[in-house]
């Protein structure tokens, strides 16, 4: 997706030591406990699951304010703005659900 280091956890804001941490924008701890979190996935395929742990494991979305985040596209050419009901992608913008929003729920449960 994309190359970017983060300095701090993009979900507690501690100093991230490691060049793993540094890459994925979370610290062990709190990787544990987005890998972790209690998200009902029961209305989402297989592969947006695997997408949202991805986007999550490449940092490729960061929280903007208490619940909403920009996240990054697949080809990593374009952001969108997305909350847990709802994003700009396109096919967050025809209502349905995508990856995006799953994501943001994985990070708000933890």
């Known amino acids: 997706m994309?190359?970017?280091?983060?300095?701090?956890?993009?979900?507690?804001?501690?100093?991230?030591?490691t060049a793993k941490s540094q890459a994925a924008g979370y610290g062990a701890k709190c990787a544990a406990k987005v890998?972790?979190?209690?998200?009902d996935t029961t209305d989402?395929?297989?592969h947006q699951i695997t997408?949202?742990?991805?986007?999550?494991?490449?940092g490729a979305i960061i929280p903007l304010r208490s619940v909403i985040f920009i996240t990054?596209?697949?080809?990593?050419?374009e952001t969108y703005k997305t909350a847990p009901t709802g994003c700009t992608c396109p096919a967050g913008t025809k209502g349905s659900r995508?990856?995006?929003?799953?994501?943001?729920q994985m990070l708000?449960?933890?």
């Open 2 to 17: 994309q190359n970017t280091t983060h300095a701090n956890c993009l979900r507690c804001g501690r100093t991230l030591r």
């Open 35 to 39: 890998r972790n979190a209690p998200v």
């Open 44 to 46: 989402y395929k297989t």
């Open 51 to 58: 997408s949202a742990r991805e986007l999550i494991e490449d």
């Open 72 to 77: 990054v596209s697949t080809d990593g050419t």
């Open 98 to 104: 995508c990856y995006h929003t799953l994501a943001a």
């Open 108 to 110: 708000l449960a933890a």
